[in-house]
Each structure stands twice: as structure tokens, then as C-alpha cells.
């Protein structure tokens, strides 16, 4: 793993209250306190941000948030500016997420917007990529992500890369139960690694991380991780337990 620190990602999503979210975060400080060498983070909706934060407040695990907009403030209802999650706690933000492709609109030209804002901020990117089960079937998974790649990180130069992480997630694996093999998920990675090698340059390609997400589960976490290129996982539904979070964590 070229001395890649491992990023496991909790994607609560729409789930969970303020309360729920408080005692979910407080069992999990609990059950991972004695974990080292690991990132950990967990993205509660936004109501619970602050909540959240004050429960992992001086723990191991790090706050990070579903989505971002590109402007400072403004008139735009419902959206949320940098400046907020930073005052709520955040260290890391989740862009481009399949979800929000899908169901709001997002495009690789509204992707980069959202990570220029979340560099500019100091905050650490997560950029979401992957393909479709058409577009897996029909041989496109490459180009797919190609386009998302050049196209979300368009304009950025090396230096503005550092903290930013891949989450490749096959839009057929999430929520399905279906998960990509280790050999079609570690595949994918090192397609994606090369690239940024060829876009950037190699140093940055081998200190990048690159996480999977896709029905991840404490009984393929471990055979995930054995994979050169892996370097963590983004969890959506194991992650609302934080019993299973937790053996996730913990690769058992």
C-alpha cells in the first residue's frame, strides 16, 4: 500500500434523527478507541453535524459531510456552504456520490465545482466514481470513469491534490447486496491509480488513496483490503450499525 493510511468512511445518508445519530457516533468511539493506523470518518445528514461532532470530539474518527455548494453564501435555499461545515466540524466532504448523480442532477462539470470550494477550504475531498450495470455490461466501465476522472479534476494542478481520495463505487453494487470481486474491484483501482499517474505524475498516483464502496460488509472487508491497490472503503448501510461499523474498522 506505499505507506497509504487506510480511510474507512461511514455514508449514514438519509438516515438516522439527531438523537439516533448521537448514540450511533457514541457506541462507535467506544467500540474503536483502541484502533490506530486507520482514518476513520462518518458523514451524518447535516442536521446532526454538530451534534455528531461533540460525540467524536477528541476520538479517533473524523467528521466528514454528504455533499457541499460551490458558493460561500448566497440565495440558495437548502444548499450548504463550506464555511457552515467547518463551524459544524467537518474534515472531510463526499462529492459526486452515484446518489446524487442520479436522483439531483449532479454532473462532472458540478463535481469539480464542489471539490475547488472544498480545496479552497482546506477540507478533504472524497470524489465519488462509477459505472452503471449497462455500462458495465456494455464494456464502458473504463471509459466511464475516464471521463469522470478528467472531467472532475479538470483544471487542478498537483500541488491542489494532496488530500483528496477516490471512492470508486459501481452504481450496480450499491444498496444491492452485490459487490464487485476483489479481482474486478482491485482491476478497477489500478486503472484509476495509472491514471492519475498519466494525468499528474506517479508520486502522486502512489500516495492517493483509492477506496471501494459497494455493499461493503465485515465478511468482505478483509479481502478487499488484501488488494494492492485498496486502500479503504466507503460503507453505506454496514455503517449504520456501529457494531458492524466497527468490525469493519477492524478488517474482521
Same mark, same amino acid.
Given at each position: 500500500?506505499?505507506?497509504?493510511?487506510?480511510?474507512?468512511?461511514?455514508?449514514?445518508?438519509?438516515?438516522?434523527n439527531c438523537?439516533?445519530?448521537?448514540?450511533t457516533?457514541?457506541?462507535?468511539?467506544k467500540?474503536? &478507541?483502541?484502533?490506530?493506523n486507520?482514518?476513520?470518518?462518518?458523514?451524518p445528514? /447535516? %442536521?446532526?453535524?454538530? !451534534?455528531?461532532?461533540?460525540? =467524536?470530539?477528541?476520538?479517533n474518527?473524523?467528521?466528514?459531510?454528504?455533499?457541499?455548494f460551490?458558493?460561500?453564501?448566497?440565495?440558495?435555499t437548502?444548499?450548504i456552504?463550506?464555511n457552515?461545515?467547518?463551524?459544524?466540524?467537518?474534515?472531510?466532504?463526499?462529492?459526486?456520490?452515484?446518489?446524487r448523480?442520479q436522483?439531483f442532477?449532479?454532473?462532472?462539470?458540478?463535481?469539480?465545482?464542489k471539490?475547488?470550494?472544498?480545496?479552497?477550504?482546506?477540507?478533504?475531498?472524497v470524489?465519488c466514481?462509477?459505472?452503471?450495470?449497462?455500462e458495465?455490461?456494455?464494456?464502458?466501465?473504463? &471509459?466511464v470513469?475516464d471521463?469522470?476522472?478528467?472531467?472532475?479534476?479538470?483544471? /487542478? %494542478?498537483?500541488?491542489? !491534490?494532496?488530500?483528496?481520495? =477516490?471512492?470508486?463505487?459501481?452504481v450496480?453494487?450499491?444498496?444491492t447486496?452485490?459487490?464487485?470481486t476483489?479481482?474486478?474491484?482491485?482491476?478497477?483501482?489500478?486503472?484509476?491509480?495509472?491514471?492519475?499517474?498519466?494525468?499528474?505524475n506517479t508520486?502522486?498516483?502512489?500516495?492517493m488513496?483509492?477506496?471501494?464502496?459497494?455493499?461493503?460488509?465485515?465478511?468482505?472487508?478483509?479481502e478487499?483490503?488484501?488488494?494492492?491497490?485498496?486502500?479503504?472503503?466507503?460503507v453505506?448501510?454496514?455503517?449504520?450499525?456501529?457494531?458492524?461499523f466497527?468490525?469493519?474498522?477492524?478488517f474482521?
Amino acid at each position: 500500500m506505499q505507506n497509504r493510511v487506510p480511510l474507512i468512511a461511514g455514508n449514514w445518508k438519509m438516515y438516522k434523527n439527531c438523537f439516533e445519530a448521537e448514540h450511533t457516533a457514541d457506541e462507535l468511539v467506544k467500540l474503536v &478507541s483502541d484502533v490506530k493506523n486507520i482514518d476513520i470518518m462518518i458523514a451524518p445528514s /447535516f %442536521t446532526s453535524l454538530a !451534534l455528531v461532532n461533540k460525540k =467524536i470530539s477528541g476520538s479517533n474518527i473524523s467528521l466528514g459531510a454528504q455533499n457541499i455548494f460551490w458558493e460561500d453564501e448566497g440565495a440558495f435555499t437548502g444548499e450548504i456552504s463550506k464555511n457552515m461545515l467547518i463551524s459544524a466540524g467537518c474534515t472531510y466532504v463526499i462529492i459526486g456520490h452515484s446518489e446524487r448523480r442520479q436522483y439531483f442532477n449532479e454532473t462532472n462539470k458540478t463535481v469539480n465545482k464542489k471539490i475547488k470550494t472544498t480545496l479552497e477550504s482546506k477540507l478533504k475531498p472524497v470524489l465519488c466514481i462509477g459505472e452503471t450495470e449497462l455500462e458495465r455490461e456494455s464494456k464502458k466501465t473504463f &471509459s466511464v470513469l475516464d471521463k469522470q476522472i478528467k472531467d472532475g479534476l479538470q483544471d /487542478f %494542478t498537483l500541488e491542489d !491534490l494532496d488530500s483528496l481520495s =477516490i471512492a470508486y463505487e459501481p452504481v450496480w453494487a450499491i444498496g444491492t447486496g452485490k459487490t464487485a470481486t476483489k479481482e474486478q474491484a482491485q482491476e478497477v483501482h489500478k486503472f484509476i491509480r495509472s491514471l492519475i499517474s498519466k494525468e499528474f505524475n506517479t508520486e502522486l498516483a502512489s500516495s492517493m488513496r483509492i477506496i471501494y464502496g459497494g455493499s461493503v460488509k465485515p465478511d468482505n472487508i478483509s479481502e478487499l483490503m488484501n488488494m494492492t491497490d485498496i486502500d479503504g472503503a466507503l460503507v453505506g448501510g454496514a455503517s449504520l450499525k456501529s457494531k458492524s461499523f466497527s468490525k469493519i474498522i477492524k478488517f474482521e
